[in-house]
């Protein structure tokens, strides 16, 4: 081995050394020219509109798909990753139709804060040992974690599209560290899914047109966390009491056997978003949404999306006792509010007093929350 080769090796061991010690559970390097089939593949799925209404997708698609073109200078792409499996089964809230089912990666704080807070740690360190440039991004920056951490050997795209790792399973959150210096790379994973495909057969709405492809216009993730405005009524019941984001493809998988439950603090569980009651959730007001979500990433979509979310949940309980809470809701300030107030009364409500009841509603000043009335009006004869 040359000198420069073992200051290579010392440097990339020191950076694996402090990531382990920053409490991440698995870290490795690849290249920035690891991932030529992506870029085809993220124009593909942008060519079919399977990113919906993410426009900041195909404004970003030069970046995204070439890390040398967010960042010129960069020679190694660190991949990292971070433990969340959950403790309880997450499948077990939607069985019960009066609680909601908040998915696992938002049942505590939100992970780009905890995951940027120690890729910041470890990268400040790394800078000042090895004199290098970095940046470190997290999900939000336009980097293709997924298939970067597969060419670094973290795991393998499963036919859920998500990474799979052999010791953590589907429970991984990815960050990465770009930087200038020339660091000793690891191995591609390759796949391990054979001929399984339970993933795609868990899927609620049917969103994988094909393996390893999803289209997230039907993906309740994006539908109840990225989508603004009112869900398309031929979706709405198949997203049960999901009110944000869904896990049951990761849920499926196979490879979870061998995760461990998450030892981050941070990560764990918090107890009343387990299963929360959904009478108690239609209750918030905007306050009452920001104090009970703070530091978590359910903050993010904002109380009326919430309000639209937990009402589908309502209009899917079977459980009439719910009308009452939602009553309030019908005169709310927010159009798509009560646009999904409609829909839940239309499916609490007998047909009568239903009826009855969108009558008095027919001069709402809003043209979709009219709409509503009127679709639910047809869809009780
Ligand atoms: C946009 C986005 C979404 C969108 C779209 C998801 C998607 N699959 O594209 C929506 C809102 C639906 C979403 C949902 C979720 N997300 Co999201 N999301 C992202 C984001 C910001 C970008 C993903 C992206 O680039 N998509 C574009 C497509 C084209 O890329 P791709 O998925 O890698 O597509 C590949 C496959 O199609 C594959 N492919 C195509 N054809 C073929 C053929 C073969 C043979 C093979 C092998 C592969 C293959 O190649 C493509 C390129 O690699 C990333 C963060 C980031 N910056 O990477 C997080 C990220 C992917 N999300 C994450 C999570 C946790 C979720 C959810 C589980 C959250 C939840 N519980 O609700 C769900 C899972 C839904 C699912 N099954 O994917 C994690 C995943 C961690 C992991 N272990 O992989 C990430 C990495 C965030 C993070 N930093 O941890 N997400
Ligand atoms: S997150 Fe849910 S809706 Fe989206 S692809 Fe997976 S199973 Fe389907
Ligand atoms: S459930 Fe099966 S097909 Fe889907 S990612 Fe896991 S191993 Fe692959």
Known sequence: MSGDDRIRRRLTDFLKAEAADKGFDLCRITGP?????????LAD??????????????????????????WSAVRSVVLFGMNYGPAHDPRAVLSMPDRAAISVYAQN??????IKGKLKEVATRFAARGGADVKVFVDTAPV???????AAGLGWQGKHTN?????????????????????????PERDHCGSCRACLDACPTDAFPAPYKLD???????LTIEHKGPIDPAIREKIGNRIYGCDDCLAACPWNKFA??????????????????????????DAGFRAHFSGSPVKRIGRDRFIRNVLIAAGNSGDRS???????LADDASPVVRGMAAWAFSRLMTASEFTKFAAGRADDADADVRAEYERAKADCR
């Open 260 to 285: 461990a439950a998450a030892s981050q603090m941070k990560l764990i569980a918090r107890e009343e978003l387990k299963a929360p009651a959904i009478a108690d959730l239609l209750t918030l007001d």
């Open 109 to 114: 704080r939100d992970y780009h804060d905890l």
């Open 216 to 222: 997230a216009r039907r993906c309740i993730s994006y």
């Open 144 to 150: 293709m974690e997924k298939p970067l951490a597969a």
């Open 322 to 328: 719910l009308i009452a809470p939602c009553l309030r």
């Open 45 to 70: 799925f942008l060519a079919a509109g399977y990113h919906g209404t993410m426009d900041w997708m195909a404004e970003t698609e030069a970046r995204r798909a070439d890390p040398r073109v967010l």
């Open 163 to 187: 990474l799979v790792s052999r010791t953590h399973g589907s429970w991984l959150f990815l960050g990465s560290l770009f930087t200038t210096a020339d660091l000793v790379r690891d191995e």
């Open 33 to 41: 020219d690891s991932i030529p089939e992506a870029p085809p593949r």
